[in-house]
Nanobody, 120 residues
Framework: QVQLLESGGGLVQPGGSLNLSCVAS????????MRWYRQPPGKERELVASITDGGLADGADSVKGRFTISRVKYGDTIYHQMNTRKSENTADYYCNALDSPTPTRSTQYWGQGPQVTVSS
């Protein structure tokens, strides 16, 4: 079983910086892909950013150019920093991780989802 402990979030001003971190712990074989998702109230969960265990990062088109996601190579902790826009408001940000003992087999885990409010 894998636990994902997220930290950061809370109140962020428009144009400010959102900083989140996520640590995987417990019994796992190999933490592979890790991702951040966000879910505004009443809307579907959407992918924000991802990073492989080798450090290859990618982000949704809506955040490209204003986000970073980082990770110690093959480590179990990811960091996410994003400059917020006025159009973004409250959302729960979820950490997601894959425990991948083999390249073709994996189990997905989710964090609790700290709430982020973008407001002045």
């Amino acid at each position: 079983q894998v636990q994902l402990l997220e930290s950061g979030g809370g109140l962020v001003q428009p144009g400010g910086s959102l900083n989140l971190s996520c640590v995987a712990s417990g019994n796992y074989f190999r933490i592979g892909m890790m991702r951040w998702y966000r879910q505004p109230p009443g809307k579907e969960r959407e992918l924000v950013a991802s990073i492989t265990d080798g450090g290859l990062a990618d982000g949704a088109d809506s955040v490209k150019g204003r986000f970073t996601i980082s990770r110690v190579k093959y480590g179990d902790t990811i960091y996410h920093q994003m400059n917020t826009r006025k159009s973004e408001n409250t959302a729960d940000y979820y950490c997601n991780a894959l425990d991948s003992p083999t390249p073709t087999r994996s189990t997905q885990y989710w964090g609790q989802g700290p709430q982020v409010t973008v407001s002045s």
